[in-house]
C-alpha cells in the first residue's frame, strides 16, 4: 500500500529517538483483513482506530497523523476521542 512506502523512513526515524510508532492500516484499504467487516463507513474507520488506541495504547496519550483519507480518519479520531476542552476556556 502506498501509505507503508510513505511512512517506512519516517517510522524508523522515530523509533531511533525512543518514539513507539505504529502504522496502522484504516479499515478497508492496505492489508487490512475484511472477513466479516460489516461496515467500511468514515465512523467505522474512526471506531477501528479507536478500538486500536484502546488496546495499545491503553486509552493514554498518543500523536496521530495520516496523510490523505488516513489524516481525515485521525482528525475525527482525534477529536472524538482525545481532545478534552480547558475547563479555563469554557464559559468565556
Sequence with gaps: DSSA???RRLGPQLAALGI?????DLLGWGYTQLEEVKSFSAQAKVEAL???WQTVGGN???????????????IE???QNLYRPSSDLIGR
Excluded: T
Excluded at 60 to 74: H, M
Design 77 to 79: 479520531f482525534a477529536a
Design 60 to 74: 493514554g496519550e498518543v500523536v496521530v497523523g495520516g496523510a490523505s483519507l488516513g489524516g481525515a480518519a485521525v
Design 50 to 52: 479507536k478500538g486500536f
Design 5 to 7: 512506502l510513505e511512512y
Design 20 to 24: 513507539d510508532v505504529y502504522c496502522v
